[in-house]
């Protein structure tokens, strides 16, 4: 992961191009260490049960996108629901498939796993329930790829499935930030399959491109004994509510609820997290069957 990505050029807002290797840093980088990923989120657990209420109620089996190295793929397995996990890390499926190999058998038998794209991977089968927990939706960066991500989900749902996603409100104060300014946090100690690891400072720089709406976060890392620095770069689309609306809605979904963080409040001007429930409408569903 050192070295992962050079800091972005705010000039390159260009989409003109086939491979975007900006994109495929932000996309990629975070999630090139397992270890690091479990530590830093290890207290996110709201998200945990929310999904996992949901996956019992649906009695399974479930899809889901982006279940890395299975902070919410295992809590769902050990309640009893058969789970199809499908990402494009190869370093947090196989954190994954290491922790099953130590969970009791029948939990390590309700998971299957996929590496793939969730725009374009077909499994032949459909689920009551497919989920995209933990702002995965927002590394579809264009129409084009929610377009095709929205018509595989489609295609993994039962008549009456249901998609549940999360997503972190765009915040204005944080896309206004000045991309050349260092913001520190308290240092930690960076998690070494190793040893103890190391103390770390850290700081994040944020950098929007307000034509493509990606927010690019540069995450530094500088260990206080005075060793290698190292980056790792972040993007995620900023999708405002109302688009994202339409982008359902254009893509043969209903909004069926809309949650703020995890609760039973509807949004408002504090939510700092949508989660959205999405059925196919009725039209979209006839047409499924007619194609």
Request: net charge positive; aromatic share 10%; hydrophobic share 35%.
């Given at each position: 992961?050192?070295?992962?990505?050079?800091?972005?050029?705010?000039?390159?807002?260009?989409?003109?191009?086939?491979?975007?290797?900006?994109?495929?840093?932000?996309?990629?980088?975070?999630?090139?260490?397992p270890a690091?990923?479990?530590?830093?989120?290890?207290?996110?657990?709201?998200?945990?049960?929310?999904?996992?209420?949901?996956?019992?109620?649906?009695?399974?089996?479930?899809?889901?996108?982006?279940?890395?190295?299975?902070?919410?793929?295992?809590?769902?397995?050990?309640?009893?629901?058969?789970?199809?996990?499908?990402?494009?890390?190869?370093?947090?499926?196989?954190?994954?498939?290491a922790q099953?190999?130590?969970?009791?058998?029948?939990?390590?038998?309700?998971?299957?796993?996929?590496?793939?794209?969730?725009?374009?991977?077909?499994?032949?089968?459909?689920?009551?329930?497919?989920?995209?927990?933990?702002?995965?939706?927002?590394?579809?960066?264009?129409?084009?790829?929610?377009?095709?991500?929205?018509?595989?989900?489609?295609?993994?749902?039962?008549?009456?499935?249901?998609?549940?996603?999360?997503?972190?409100?765009?915040?204005?104060?944080?896309?206004?930030?000045?991309?050349?300014?260092?913001?520190?946090?308290?240092?930690?100690?960076?998690?070494?399959?190793?040893?103890?690891?190391?103390?770390?400072?850290?700081?994040?720089?944020?950098?929007?491109?307000?034509?493509?709406?990606?927010?690019?976060?540069?995450?530094?890392?500088?260990?206080?004994?005075?060793?290698?620095?190292?980056?790792?770069?972040?993007?995620?689309?900023?999708?405002?509510?109302?688009?994202?609306?339409?982008?359902?809605?254009?893509?043969?979904?209903?909004v069926t609820?809309?949650?703020?963080?995890?609760?039973?409040?509807?949004?408002?001007?504090?939510?700092?997290?949508?989660?959205?429930?999405?059925?196919?409408?009725?039209?979209?569903?006839?047409?499924?069957?007619?194609?």
């Open positions: 992961m050192k070295g992962a990505a050079p800091t972005r050029s705010r000039r390159a807002s260009s989409s003109g191009q086939r491979r975007d290797p900006e994109l495929e840093a932000g996309t990629s980088a975070h999630y090139e260490d690091y990923y479990a530590k830093t989120y290890a207290r996110r657990t709201d998200d945990v049960r929310y999904y996992v209420d949901l996956a019992v109620a649906s009695a399974g089996p479930v899809l889901e996108y982006g279940c890395g190295n299975g902070r919410i793929t295992l809590p769902m397995a050990r309640a009893g629901v058969r789970v199809t996990g499908v990402d494009m890390s190869a370093p947090m499926l196989g954190d994954l498939r099953l190999g130590q969970e009791p058998r029948d939990v390590a038998s309700r998971v299957s796993l996929r590496r793939g794209d969730m725009r374009s991977l077909r499994l032949g089968r459909r689920f009551p329930l497919v989920i995209c927990p933990f702002n995965a939706f927002l590394h579809l960066y264009t129409r084009a790829d929610v377009e095709r991500f929205l018509a595989r989900a489609r295609e993994h749902l039962t008549p009456r499935g249901e998609l549940v996603f999360d997503v972190s409100m765009p915040e204005p104060a944080e896309l206004a930030r000045d991309p050349d300014r260092a913001y520190a946090t308290p240092r930690f100690r960076y998690p070494s399959k190793d040893g103890p690891g190391e103390i770390v400072r850290y700081t994040e720089r944020f950098d929007y491109d307000k034509v493509r709406q990606i927010l690019f976060v540069s995450m530094e890392f500088s260990p206080v004994s005075g060793g290698e620095r190292w980056m790792t770069p972040l993007a995620h689309r900023q999708f405002f509510p109302q688009e994202l609306e339409a982008l359902l809605h254009y893509n043969g979904f209903e609820e809309l949650r703020s963080d995890f609760d039973a409040a509807p949004p408002d001007n504090q939510t700092s997290m949508l989660v959205y429930h999405c059925r196919p409408r009725r039209s979209a569903r006839a047409g499924r069957r007619q194609g």
